[in-house]
């Protein structure tokens, strides 16, 4: 069993910045991707970005180019730096960990943009 709790949602202006974290408790970090998704009301969840054991990135197209994924393996955190946000980012942020089939979910931070 793994344990996700995420930090740092709140409400930011259209073109401002927030920096999301997970702490996960599990001794095998290394051995999980972890990523994070989000979903907005009325929307199905999607991904948002997910980063390998072996360091590998992926990044849903909506948010390339704003966004960075990062993992740090010896505090067992993950991290997500999200710039130049806009409206459509507004959504419950979620941390997720996957092994095999097998996923994790944290209990999500809503992330509000809005003048």
């Known amino acids: 069993q793994v344990q996700l709790v995420e930090s740092g949602g709140g409400l930011v202006q259209p073109g401002g910045s927030l920096r999301l974290s997970c702490a996960a408790s599990t001794s095998f970090f290394r051995s999980y991707t972890m990523g994070w998704y989000r979903q907005a009301p009325g929307n199905q969840r999607e991904l948002v970005a997910d980063v390998r054991d072996g360091g590998t990135i992926n990044y849903g197209d909506p948010v390339k180019g704003r966004f960075t994924i990062s993992r740090d393996n010896a505090k067992k955190m993950v991290y997500l730096q999200m710039n130049s946000l806009k409206p459509e980012d507004t959504a419950v942020y979620y941390c997720?960990?996957?092994?095999?089939?097998?996923?994790?979910w944290g209990q999500g931070t809503q992330v509000t943009v809005s003048s």
């Open positions: 997720n960990a996957r092994i095999a089939s097998t996923n994790y």
